[in-house]
């Protein structure tokens, strides 16, 4: 039926990323400026569907994350409204606000010390809290009536240009728990760089799109056919998915990228090689199995290099060990 | 607990199942814009808001649709886009394709699709912002003197103007006299069928106007509203201008002034009626500057568009102040004198309180109701959007005994049919009997009959015919 529906987006604001990215030429890149200006259209054209539509919007900065715009209107700039009448003026509110919230703080990073990491995890669990606060008000207004059952379809977008950090797996994959809870799906577009194990799980996980976009120019066309539509409607119209997805963790004590590793029977923490006790729930393994274990593992690759891929398919991961 | 109860099907519902799994139909202006000339529909999209306005009316896999093509600079091949749909969606696609193509924003060709340009162009104008048109309404710079009116006096201004029109159908033929609406607003109703002048002036409510008074109230406005466009030609009004105008409304913002000064002669002249209908207020007939109220802003939006008697409500939930019981009795939490007189339409009013109106449903309040043309699906829906919250505990809402009740009250009135016509008995013979019955066999006109008894009966139309043939033969067996 005819539900509004709500988006959260989560913009991956990397200085560095971004200027390799407009410089990149094979595949051609885009400017920050030439994104905003698309996505902007695209976030008209999400509140142009229903006036009932909400959005959020999120900006990972190196080192913190910012809410930028709600529809809830928590956030408010200090510029003068316009009044133009060629222009629908939520339409104008959203654009005005959402840029001067991005020039902020734009302007308090120089290009002398190091980049920070994103904060993308922040992000995400911003949108997920921002997200359960408007369904449980929902609920509580309208009490359940007939018929009146989850009255959003909500939706998390990530646009991300960087490649993954590894020390975020374990908050990352927590987020895609509440999520499933939730009944959120989380569409992920790669506009730049290298492939996102971590952003692809989460893709599948919450049965979202995927999409590694190739042409950056185009980048307007690849976000209306393939995140504007709404879970109920993406039943009749279909988005793209990926087939192979890489289901490759990180291993819970050096936060590095394994295939192959070993987990506690108990928790299912992963570790990359064995021990004595594991850190999360605290179980002791017996010595003959962890003797065993060390004997039994390949040799292990230098520390720092994350291992090359490996042809995984969608339906199985590589089997790591079970100690104990 | 409800145990397994037999479904009752309505009067006249058909034998194949519905399909209630989002395939609604479209919205009553869509239907409307589908019977205009591709000119006028051409001339309209060329305001952005007009384009906005009807892109939000649309179901979702047209709207979609719409958005895939709206970028694309190139005709796409239509087997390109069919393959943008599942299996699933193979039949909703196909109806999207011809509503879009009824509307002229997507023609049909069996070989490339391209949106209207005119189409095209306006939209990425609205989504984008852009043009000159001004399509969506000039604000007025704040004047000291005359700040713009707030939200709470905008909504009584639009609830009071519209039950004055309600109230005033509910009332008439019961020996009340409430104010009258304007004059425009009663030839409105006239001409709509909703009212009919029975005795000389007055007008009395019609059972379409029962009818439409139990639909929730955007449907009531759009009734209104296509009636008003649909006269709009014979008044010299240019549909599309009433239309754009209509149209930018819904698209403007609640507290905000707008300023008259670029409406063409045909808007400045709606602005009365507008009033009227209470969906903009403006200080003086004649100032320069008008205020949108709720009903305005949500035209196309599934906002309630009015807010309720204990405050703007979230959703039409907070409405509800009828709770049902099973044994029939009904009680209404409300003192608001329209909602009284439409629950007395079919519910037979004992008590009233100064907060609370008792009831009970009865045989003879409902076969009233029926009488006048209201369906027992409408009562239903009616008392079930208008449920108090306590009632949502209960699964089903209402007590399926007196859905079902009501159901059966008006299936009493399909059981018997009646038709006029003549009985022929006391034929002298079998060969008689059946020589007659052949012949009004073959003039087709027999409703009835048993050889055992050697009657049979046949309509009047056929009577004439009958006669003269029994009295050609008994005058030829005498000769």
């Known amino acids: 039926m005819d539900k509004p529906s709500h988006l959260s987006v989560v913009i991956d604001l990397s200085l560095t990323q971004w200027t390799l990215c407009a410089q990149s030429t094979n595949p051609p890149g885009i400017t920050l400026q030439d994104f905003l200006s698309q996505l902007l259209a695209f976030l008209n054209a999400h509140i142009a569907c229903k006036d009932e539509n909400t959005l959020a919007v999120f900006g990972a900065f190196p080192g913190q994350s910012v809410m930028l715009y709600s529809s809830t209107g928590e956030v408010t700039t200090t510029t003068a409204e316009s009044t133009d009448a060629n222009t629908y003026r939520p339409f104008r509110t959203l654009d005005s606000t959402i840029m001067s919230s991005i020039a902020e703080r734009l302007d308090s990073y120089d290009g002398m010390t190091e980049e920070a990491p994103i904060g993308l995890v922040g992000c995400l669990t911003k949108a997920l809290c921002y997200i359960n606060r408007t369904i449980t008000t929902a609920l509580s207004s309208s009490q359940g009536g007939e018929g009146a059952a989850a009255s959003v379809d909500p939706r998390i977008l990530v646009l991300s240009v960087s490649p993954d950090q590894s020390s975020t797996y374990i908050p990352i994959m927590n987020s895609i728990f509440s999520a499933q809870k939730l009944k959120v799906t989380i569409d992920v577009g790669k506009i730049f760089g290298a492939e996102n194990v971590f952003l692809q799980q989460a893709a599948h996980l919450t049965g979202g799109a995927y999409v590694q976009v190739e042409r950056a120019d185009a980048l307007l066309q690849y976000m209306m056919m393939s995140f504007l539509p709404a879970p109920a409607i993406r039943q009749l119209i279909s988005v793209p998915t990926q087939d192979r997805v890489d289901f490759r963790a990180a291993c819970f004590c050096h936060k590095r990228i394994v295939e192959v590793g070993f987990v506690c029977s108990v928790c299912l923490s992963i570790f990359c090689q064995p021990v004595p006790v594991c850190s999360t729930c605290r179980t002791k393994f017996p010595m003959k199995t962890l003797q065993r274990l060390r004997d039994a593992r390949p040799l292990a690759a230098p520390p720092g290099n994350a291992p090359p891929r490996p042809p995984v398919q969608k339906n199985g991961t590589t089997t790591p060990a079970r100690p104990g | ?479």
């Not at chain 2, 058909?14 to 589908?34: A, C, E, I, P, Y």
């Not at chain 2, 009903?295 to 196309?300: E, F, S, V």
């Not at chain 2, 209402?398 to 009493?412: G, M």
């Not at chain 2, 009646?418 to 019955?437: N, P």
Request: one cysteine or more; hydrophobic letters at 35%; proline letters at 5%.
């Open chain 2, 1 to 479: 607990m409800a145990g397994p109860s037999i479904r009752i099907k309505q009067a006249g519902e058909s034998s194949k199942s519905t399909n209630t799994s989002g395939d609604d139909s479209s919205h009553r202006l869509v239907t409307f814009l589908q019977s205009q000339s591709q000119n006028t529909l051409t001339r309209l999209y060329q305001k952005p808001s007009s384009c906005l306005s009807i892109f939000r009316l649309l179901r979702p896999l047209e709207r979609q649709l719409v958005m895939n093509l709206l970028w694309l600079e190139m005709p796409v091949p239509a087997a390109t886009m069919a393959a943008w749909v599942t299996r699933e969606g193979k039949r909703p696609y196909h109806d999207a394709l011809s509503n879009l193509a009824r509307l002229h924003i997507l023609p049909q060709s069996p070989v490339k699709h391209a949106l209207n340009p005119t189409f095209k162009s306006s939209m990425r104008q609205a989504i984008t912002g852009g043009g000159s048109s001004g399509s969506f309404g000039v604000l007025t710079e704040n004047d000291d003197k005359h700040p713009p009116p707030d939200i709470e006096s905008l909504d009584a201004y639009a609830l009071e103007r519209w039950e004055t029109i309600l109230y005033y159908m509910v009332s008439s033929g019961t020996g009340q006299f409430p104010t009258k609406p304007s004059q425009g607003v009663l030839y409105l109703l006239q001409r709509s069928g909703l009212m009919a002048n029975v005795h000389g002036n007055t007008l009395q409510i019609t059972s379409a106007g029962f009818q439409f008074l139990l639909h929730p109230p955007h449907e009531q406005l759009w009734e209104l509203l296509l009636q008003y466009l649909q006269m709009a030609e014979e008044r010299q009004m240019d549909l599309v201008e009433v239309l754009s105008f209509l149209l930018m409304l819904s698209a403007t913002e609640l507290g905000k002034d707008y300023s008259t000064e670029n409406l063409s002669a045909t808007q400045k002249a709606m602005l009365e009626d507008l009033r009227d209908y209470g969906l903009i207020k403006q200080r003086t007939a004649t100032s320069r500057r008008f205020s949108p109220t709720r009903l305005a802003t949500t035209l196309t939006s599934s906002s309630p568009p009015l807010p309720t008697s204990t405050g703007t409500g979230n959703g039409s939930q907070a409405q509800g102040f009828i709770v049902l019981e099973t044994n029939y009795r009904l009680y209404a939490y409300t003192d608001n004198p329209l909602q009284i007189a439409v629950l007395n339409l079919f519910v037979t009013l004992k008590s009233r309180f100064p907060n609370l109106v008792v009831g009970q449903i009865t045989r003879d309040s409902v076969k009233k109701a029926l009488a006048n043309g209201i369906t027992a699906e409408q009562v239903i829906s009616y008392l079930i959007t208008h449920a108090h919250p306590q009632m949502r505990k209960n699964k089903p809402l209402l007590p399926v005994t007196v859905q079902d009740q009501i159901r059966l009250w008006e299936l009493e009135k399909n059981r018997v049919k009646s038709q006029e016509g003549y009985l022929y008995t006391a034929f002298a013979s079998q060969a008689d009997y059946e020589y007659v019955l052949n012949y009004a066999k073959q003039l087709d006109v027999v409703l009835w009959e048993n050889s055992s008894r050697r009657c049979f009966f046949g309509s009047v139309e056929g009577h004439a015919n009958i006669r003269g043939f029994i009295e050609r033969r008994s005058a030829a067996g005498n000769a």
